[in-house]
Nanobody, 127 residues
Framework: QVQLVESGGGLVQAGGSLRLSCAAS????????MGWFRQAPGKEREFVAA????????VFGDAVKGRFTISRDNDKNTIDLHMNSLKPEDTAVYYC????????????????????WGQGTQVTVSS
């Protein structure tokens, strides 16, 4: 059983930056894909970004390409989402998710592909 805990949400002005962290425990990390999703009020959950725990492969949702990056912090054992050039439409609850991934399989970008979820952290971007 993988446990995920997000941190780093908050309020930021448009154009600013924010970093979210997801701490994972209880799993075989080398086999995990780690993803970030977000859900704004009244909208469906949306894929943001994902990475293999090894850090070798990353994928991004169209809405955040070129603005967000994702990385692994080896010292803290976390997956970090670096959000730059934030817009009011980035306002949402951001969720960390993970799933076990076979070697060579593509990183999934759909909600149903992820088995483990964090509790979510609020990000609010003011205009």
């Amino acid at each position: 059983q993988v446990q995920l805990v997000e941190s780093g949400g908050g309020l930021v002005q448009a154009g600013g930056s924010l970093r979210l962290s997801c701490a994972a425990s209880g799993g075989t990390f080398s086999s995990l894909a780690m993803g970030w999703f977000r859900q704004a009020p009244g909208k469906e959950r949306e894929f943001v970004a994902a990475i293999r725990w090894s850090g070798a492969h990353k994928v991004f949702g169209d809405a955040v390409k070129g603005r967000f990056t994702i990385s692994r912090d080896n010292d803290k054992n976390t997956i970090d989402l670096h959000m730059n050039s934030l817009k009011p439409e980035d306002t949402a609850v951001y969720y960390c998710a993970s799933t076990y991934l076979d070697y060579g399989s593509p990183i999934p970008m759909t909600e149903r592909s992820y088995n483990y979820w964090g509790q979510g952290t609020q990000v609010t971007v003011s205009s």
